[in-house]
């Protein structure tokens, strides 16, 4: 019979800097505190790779695999998963984006789970707790730990941030350290955490967010570009360096029916966010362009945008050079 401590947990949640998928990756290794828990933190372009690389450790085998926070598109990865699930992995999907909640028929996620919820009720690091907590109790006192319960309090954060409700003062600051300091070693800091209270290092990582978050917002005020449409609604798109939730709150402040497309140099993915009184579904919007996300804030990257600055920085230097004389 294995030890308790020779089982293997494999989480992947949403990152690479993602405070939701940080909790919610969090939390499962709250729940599942002794045991070996392996985290990858993936973007949404990734999710289907990076799922589908997944395999037994040399010598071990995968008890369990928690995919939080995320979704993917690939028939193939389904198989995959189907493959594990066949060799005893016990599988668990858990999401609260609209683009995974209204396709969860797709032929990509029939998927023999052994537990899945798909709502938008709470952030996905709320919807983990929520469902560990029901584990806790159906299993009783062997998994039951005050230490996990302890956990709330740190999902309450990710829940307020990711879901716009703002009712945590802190929260914005937890979502603006973690981008900083980076999903991994926030994920490392937060779970040695009795409490949510900033260790040193996220405290610094936050202080040097606010410097770099001014920065990509100077960059987003220059290269800002406005565009009426004959719809009534206002699209102001820009270019900005991470911190796109924070920069798009900047831009839409003040506006009417706007939605403000943030290029991130950084990550080379685009952010779309709305002002309050638009009703524009963002995450159909960006489904369109094979990404997803929320009604209000969704993503999506696209090759050639990577390459339009370079494309029109050759054209313009193209066209300068060929009217010179040599």
């Known amino acids: ?33 002794g045991l070996r828990v392996h985290v990858t933190l993936a973007a949404n372009g990734e999710s289907d ?40 992995t016990r599988i668990f999907w858990i999401d609260h984006h ?22 938008e009720e709470f952030s996905a690091a709320k919807l983990t707790f929520n469902f560990l907590r029901q584990m806790t109790g159906d299993r009783g006192a062997e998994h039951h730990s005050s230490h996990f319960d302890s956990f709330q309090p740190f999902v309450e954060l990710a829940d307020d941030h990711d879901r716009w409700i703002h009712r945590v003062p802190s929260s914005a600051d937890w979502a603006l350290a973690v981008q900083t300091l980076g999903g991994i070693e926030s994920y490392r800091e937060i779970i040695s955490l009795s409490e949510p209270i900033m260790s040193r290092k996220l405290k610094a990582a936050l202080e040097i967010g ?38 798009a709150a900047r831009l839409y402040e003040g506006q009417n029916r706007t939605i403000i497309a943030l290029f991130d140099l950084r990550s080379l993915g685009v952010s779309l966010r709305r002002s309050a ?14 990404g997803g996300g929320h009604p ?7 090759d050639e945008l990577k390459r339009a600055p370079a494309e029109r920085l050759a054209t313009l230097l193209g066209e300068q050079l060929e009217t010179r004389k040599e």
Request: hydrophobic share 40%; aromatic share 6%.
């Open 277 to 290: 009184d638009c009703e524009v579904d963002l995450s159909e919007v960006a489904q369109h362009f094979g």
């Open 296 to 302: 209000a804030a969704a993503g999506f990257a696209l």
């Open 49 to 88: 790779r990076i799922i589908q690389e997944l395999k037994p450790r040399t010598g071990g085998r995968i008890d369990e695999i928690w995919i939080t926070d995320l979704s993917w598109t690939s028939p193939e990865t389904a198989e995959h998963l189907n493959a594990l699930a066949q060799d005893g």
């Open 98 to 119: 609209r683009t995974a909640v209204s396709r969860s028929d797709a032929p990509e996620f029939k998927v023999a789970f052994a537990g899945c919820v798909l709502s």
């Open 210 to 247: 606010r410097s770099a978050m001014d920065k990509s917002l100077e960059i987003a005020n220059t290269t800002l570009v406005e565009r009426p449409l004959e719809n009534g609604l206002r699209v102001r798109s820009a270019c900005c360096i991470g911190y796109s939730s924070e920069v």
């Open 1 to 33: 019979m294995l030890k308790r401590g020779e089982r293997t947990i494999e989480v992947i949640s949403h990152g690479p800097s993602c405070l939701d998928g940080v909790m919610a990756a969090a939390a499962v290794r709250r729940f599942y505190q």
